[in-house]
């Protein structure tokens, strides 16, 4: 198990779109991160059915898409791309069923890279059916078995990289967060998510290496994304959700600790601070991923991208071709935007431009500046083990928070505000001692997950 | 109002639980819900006017709150919190019959699909509105609605589904549904949903949040 102790990047200004520290070779010629930020497409299926009866229809849309796309990035001389393979339940369930969407993918690729020269590599992201039952078992079972299943038959169909959206510590996080209960989140990402996160991707990395594909990384998309979704529809504060953003770090960062290398996924906006920390290239989304889901963070979240995502895109016609086409061109143009600022020295220019046009607009952005990223990144590393570093990464959120509040730099609403001293408070009661924690959540949660998935001592 | 139902409402919709509750600051040390919901009961108050005097117009104010932007969702279920502490006193009265739930519903995700955040803060909110929701959790097949019909005739259904490829289970579901048990409303909700989708598949109504479901609900019923 691999510790970081201090950080990848030191400096703000080197957090920056396009380099990572240790730069990914993967797939057909892909260099990720060294110097060149690249599209990474994602699609999803329109509305229909997947069964037997269907599947001749499905794996004919997965070839309508690859061969869109494909069209495009010869049209528009792309230099390289990834795509991502983002499986629904069905093709976990049955992973044959993933890996034959796998194999049509990877088969359009080769042939794009034998015949045209572009480089481009395939993410498949499989889905962690382990949520399934509640309380989940997280370790064994047949929703475990079929994870990792869906993993194997993935790497030998052809995926270049491998990644997920893990879920250990969700049956807690859920519940926690809609009561805005810190002492729930904190433990269930610190202590629970944490470990789970760190023994899945043992299991996924023993899996990579023996097909020598990527171990990409994880996503903390079920914990902060949802408090990012539900804060952008009024129902949590937009501070909790920034405070949920900066806990859910250690979390994903033990993915990298564990054997990841990156890049790390679209939608784990945590990105940034496993860059800090590990210098591995991430993959981030914003204002291009509005076909999936709204965000406050568009512009900021291109600031250290070294893969520009669009989340995710029903395959539907639009007036000038299939939806996965138009966003392809979409992240090709962004892309050759953050390239030429690269190639004209002016690369930190265009960053501060993300930054700055989104950082007075919503409290979530400031999780994704810069410095402040560096801050934070710093508390976690200082601290070791999973709950100290997620207590460490949450107080030092606030604390950069309450000093963008006071100096004026954000502005916060008198309902923010009221929550602001809330939680401020209840992060004052946070316990201190991770086992002082874990007795709190037996009390208080203990019936909503087994003690074993996480390889900790059941009391009962 | 009596005195003890305007503090007990006011219990319910800061979400002030019992006087040990360190929430809300101003009223650190103070009777919650708890207390207060025995000391009515104690004054002879009867049930049914603590329920709708005091604890439904503490709900309702909160959930009016929520509706302006005013509240959000952890406010809302800090004071169904606080209204649960008053029911456990209620509990009796409502077995003997004195008291009643608004009515209930089955809730679940549907087949094939794992999402269940958007379904469990319905749930919650309408808890806290007075329902009694039975939840059938995730990937929830046709026929495990239908066995839950079974067992709770005369209930209504709420259907959920996040993925556009989950969401056209909702038709079988609805469908079977309404063959089995004609007359049973159904109601749908999730991200990728419409009111044109629903209308499309036979369902009783889409709501966009868990307000607007609970109120349409209260309105029904009245």
């Known amino acids: ?460 | 109002m009596h005195d003890i139902l305007e503090q007990l409402s006011i219990c319910v919709e800061r979400g002030k639980v019992d006087i040990k509750s360190p929430f809300p600051a101003d009223m650190k040390g103070r009777e919650g819900a708890d207390e207060l919901t025995r000391k009515a009961i104690e004054n002879k108050i009867p049930a049914s006017k603590i329920l709708n005097d005091a604890l439904m117009t503490g709900m309702q104010r909160i959930g009016e709150k929520f509706g302006q932007g005013k509240a959000f969702i952890p406010d809302l279920l800090i004071a169904a919190k606080a209204m649960n502490a008053a029911m456990e006193h209620l509990k009796p009265f409502f077995e003997s019959g004195e008291a009643k739930h608004k009515g209930k519903i089955i809730m679940g995700t549907v087949s094939g699909d794992l999402h269940d955040i958007g379904k469990n803060i319905v749930k919650m909110v309408l808890k806290g509105s007075g329902w009694d929701v039975i939840d059938l959790g995730v990937d929830v097949s046709s026929q495990k609605f239908i066995d839950a019909l079974a067992e709770h005739p005369g209930s209504y259904v709420g259907l959920s589904a996040l993925l556009t490829t989950t969401m056209l289970h909702m038709q079988d579901t609805t469908q079977v549904i309404k063959d089995t048990y004609p007359g049973t409303k159904v109601f749908v909700g999730g991200a990728p949903l419409s009111q044109e989708f629903c209308d499309k598949i036979g369902a009783d109504g889409y709501f966009r949040d868990p307000q607007s479901f609970a109120k349409y609900l209260s309105g029904i019923v009245q």
Request: glycine letters at 6%; charged letters at 20%.
């Open chain 1, 1 to 460: 198990m691999k510790k970081f102790n201090s950080l990848a990047i030191s400096n703000a200004d080197d957090l920056i779109f396009g380099n990572a520290q240790n730069p990914v070779k993967c797939g057909n010629g892909m260099v990720i991160g060294d110097g060149v930020v690249f599209p990474e497409i994602n699609f999803t299926l329109p509305s229909i059915k997947i069964s037997g009866e269907t599947w001749k229809e499905v794996l004919q849309q997965y070839r309508e898409i690859a061969d869109n796309i494909s069209r495009r990035a010869r049209a528009l001389k792309a230099p390289g791309f990834v795509v991502e393979f983002e499986q629904l339940p069905p093709m976990t369930q049955n992973p044959q069923m993933g890996a034959e969407i796998t194999e049509i993918l990877k088969n359009a690729l080769n042939q794009l890279y034998q015949n045209d020269g572009i480089k481009n590599a395939l993410r498949v992201t499989v889905v962690d059916l382990r949520d399934a039952d509640r309380p989940p078992q997280l370790r064994d079972g047949n929703a475990c078995h079929q994870t990792l299943s869906a993993f194997e038959l993935s790497a030998q169909a052809g995926a270049d990289i491998l990644s997920i959206e893990s879920v250990g510590g969700k049956e807690i996080h859920d519940q926690a967060l809609m009561y805005a209960d810190l002492k729930g989140i904190i433990a269930s990402l610190g202590i629970l998510a944490y470990r789970d996160v760190s023994w899945l991707w043992q299991q996924i990395k023993t899996i990579t290496n023996r097909y020598n594909i990527i171990a990409g990384g994880d996503t903390a998309c079920g914990f902060a994304n949802t408090a990012m979704q539900l804060a952008g529809q009024g129902m949590l504060p937009d501070i909790l959700a920034a405070l949920v953003r900066a806990a859910s770090v250690p979390r994903s960062l033990a993915a990298y600790e564990n054997g990841a290398i990156g890049p790390s996924k679209d939608c784990a906006y945590e990105g940034p601070y496993i860059k800090a920390i590990t210098g591995t290239p991430i993959s981030m989304e914003g204002k291009s991923s509005c076909c999936a889901h709204f965000s406050p963070l568009g512009n900021i979240a291109a600031a250290a991208a070294d893969l520009w995502s669009n989340e995710s895109v029903q395959n539907v016609r639009l007036l000038s071709g299939n939806a996965p086409e138009v966003f392809y061109e979409l992240l090709e143009y962004d892309c050759r935007l953050f390239n030429t600022a690269t190639k004209h020295n002016t690369q930190r220019q265009l960053r501060e431009l993300f930054v700055q046009s989104d950082i007075r607009q919503n409290i979530q952005a400031l999780m994704l500046e810069p410095e402040t990223v560096l801050k934070i990144s710093r508390a976690i590393v200082e601290q070791t083990g999973g709950y100290n570093q997620t207590l460490a990464a949450a107080k030092t959120a606030f604390h950069c928070m309450q000093q963008a509040a006071d100096s004026g730099l954000v502005h916060l609403s008198e309902i923010e505000s009221s929550w602001f001293l809330k939680l401020k408070q209840e992060l004052d009661e946070v316990p201190v001692l991770e086992d002082e924690a874990l007795n709190w959540l037996y009390e208080n949660y203990g019936s909503l997950f087994i003690p074993e998935s996480y390889n900790l001592k059941n009391l009962v």
